[in-house]
């Protein structure tokens, strides 16, 4: 589904002296000069159970724009605006939900805004909820998760709730739901009407697989030179293959197969049927080298030339070593988010 999403157009002067005159203005003013620096124009609109959207208003000089002289940047996410949380029952249609958050802005402030023809996207999260039925088994996969690297980017594991790898044109974040949930938004619905216990006994095994879509990523996907990414240009099957792409590099998975084979016992007998026993042997340990210290630690430890063709012939066995154990852990927990039913 689509969570937050950041959108911006052109607009006039009228309209933005109408937004401006209801907002929080911030000066940065130079009184040697007696000259403002910049100002930063923003308002917040109130959702469901104390959601958010984020209205600012700025100079077009920003995106560029020159015909009308002003830009206006609406951001927020519509599911929790409308229902107050973002775990399930969501949208992926990204018109209809732009279209909803033009128009409370519009109902907010009694103006009209450009149709959306003439919008374009900043920012759009694809985030995907799984559930793996309870928490023991949401941990065991977060923390089965803690040496999984990504090419230029410095991942921080937080034991038993997330692992978040930030970058210039994405940022991925796999978390625990239900300790996310209580911890950013558990006291947004106290004393209200919202069924609290419920909504925790339903996340209670939920994980979820967040990416945030930056521009930049956007502009390389369509090769474009011009700065801007037009909402009608977009729609949730690229979005979504964005997401994907980027998890399967971030969790050693290969695309167009996803019929590959989990855990030591499995590996071993995989790697049996396709070796002989002697190479068989070597790949095992090779494998649970990787299970038992990481990819970073076992490169150190080979040459590079055995370390890569090891890596290639697992993955021609349909070996998944995105994951790593830890001695002190009875079990790890398997599943495959590529081939798994999103919560609905």
Same mark, same amino acid.
């Given at each position: 589904?689509?969570?937050?999403?950041?959108?911006?157009? $052109?607009?006039?002067?009228?309209?933005?002296?109408?937004?401006? &005159?209801? &907002?929080?203005?911030?000066?940065?003013?130079?009184?040697?000069?007696? @000259?403002?620096?910049? $100002?930063?124009? !923003?308002? =917040?609109?109130?959702?469901?159970?104390?959601?958010?959207? &984020?209205?600012?208003?700025?100079?077009?000089?920003?995106?560029?724009?020159?015909?009308? +002289?002003?830009?206006?940047?609406?951001? +927020?996410?519509?599911?929790?605006?409308?229902? +107050?949380?973002?775990? =399930?029952?969501?949208?992926?249609?990204?018109? /209809?939900?732009?279209? !909803?958050?033009? #128009?409370?802005?519009?109902?907010?402030?009694?103006?009209?805004?450009?149709?959306? &023809?003439?919008? /374009?996207? #900043?920012?759009?999260?694809?985030?995907?909820?799984?559930?793996?039925?309870? %928490?023991?088994?949401?941990?065991?996969?977060?923390?089965?998760?803690?040496?999984?690297?990504?090419?230029?980017?410095?991942?921080?594991?937080?034991?038993?709730?997330?692992?978040?790898?930030?970058?210039? @044109? @994405?940022?991925?974040?796999?978390?625990?739901?239900?300790?996310?949930?209580?911890? =950013?938004?558990?006291?947004?619905?106290?004393? @209200?009407?919202?069924?609290?216990?419920?909504?925790?006994?339903?996340? !209670?095994?939920?994980?979820?697989? $967040?990416?945030?879509?930056?521009?930049?990523?956007?502009?390389?996907?369509?090769?474009?030179?011009?700065? =801007?990414?037009?909402?009608?240009?977009?729609?949730?099957?690229?979005?979504?293959?964005?997401?994907?792409? $980027?998890?399967?590099?971030?969790? %050693?998975?290969?695309?167009?197969?996803?019929?590959?084979?989990?855990?030591?016992?499995?590996?071993?007998?995989?790697?049996?049927?396709?070796?002989?026993?002697?190479?068989?042997?070597?790949?095992?340990?090779?494998?649970?080298?990787? %299970?038992? !210290? +990481?990819?970073?630690?076992?490169?150190?430890?080979?040459?590079?030339?055995?370390?890569?063709?090891?890596?290639?012939?697992?993955?021609?066995?349909?070996?998944? /070593?995105?994951?790593?154990?830890?001695? %002190?852990?009875?079990?790890?927990?398997?599943?495959?988010?590529?081939?798994?039913?999103?919560?609905?």
């Amino acid at each position: 589904m689509i969570d937050t999403i950041k959108i911006y157009t $052109e607009i006039d002067k009228e309209t933005y002296d109408r937004i401006k &005159s209801v &907002s929080i203005v911030k000066n940065s003013i130079d009184y040697n000069s007696n @000259t403002i620096l910049y $100002e930063i124009v !923003n308002d =917040h609109l109130k959702g469901s159970y104390d959601s958010n959207l &984020s209205v600012r208003i700025d100079s077009g000089i920003k995106y560029r724009f020159v015909n009308k +002289g002003y830009c206006i940047e609406i951001e +927020g996410s519509y599911h929790k605006i409308v229902n +107050g949380y973002n775990s =399930h029952n969501g949208y992926c249609d990204l018109i /209809f939900i732009s279209e !909803n958050l033009i #128009q409370m802005v519009e109902l907010a402030y009694n103006i009209k805004l450009p149709c959306i &023809s003439s919008w /374009f996207l #900043q920012r759009c999260d694809v985030a995907i909820c799984y559930d793996l039925k309870n %928490q023991d088994n949401v941990k065991s996969y977060i923390n089965s998760l803690s040496r999984c690297s990504y090419p230029r980017r410095k991942a921080k594991f937080f034991y038993d709730e997330s692992i978040y790898l930030s970058g210039t @044109t @994405t940022t991925l974040k796999i978390y625990n739901k239900l300790l996310e949930f209580r911890k =950013h938004d558990l006291k947004k619905f106290v004393n @209200t009407d919202f069924n609290l216990e419920q909504y925790i006994n339903t996340i !209670n095994g939920f994980i979820r697989f $967040e990416c945030e879509i930056k521009k930049k990523m956007l502009l390389k996907l369509f090769n474009n030179k011009f700065n =801007h990414i037009k909402l009608l240009d977009l729609n949730y099957d690229i979005l979504k293959k964005v997401w994907s792409d $980027e998890f399967m590099k971030l969790l %050693q998975f290969i695309k167009n197969d996803l019929d590959i084979v989990y855990g030591r016992e499995k590996v071993f007998k995989r790697l049996q049927e396709i070796y002989k026993p002697n190479k068989a042997n070597l790949l095992y340990n090779f494998y649970c080298a990787i %299970q038992l !210290n +990481g990819l970073a630690d076992v490169k150190k430890n080979y040459s590079s030339s055995t370390y890569y063709r090891n890596i290639k012939e697992l993955k021609k066995s349909k070996v998944y /070593f995105g994951q790593s154990y830890k001695i %002190q852990e009875n079990k790890i927990f398997y599943f495959n988010p590529f081939k798994s039913k999103e919560v609905a």
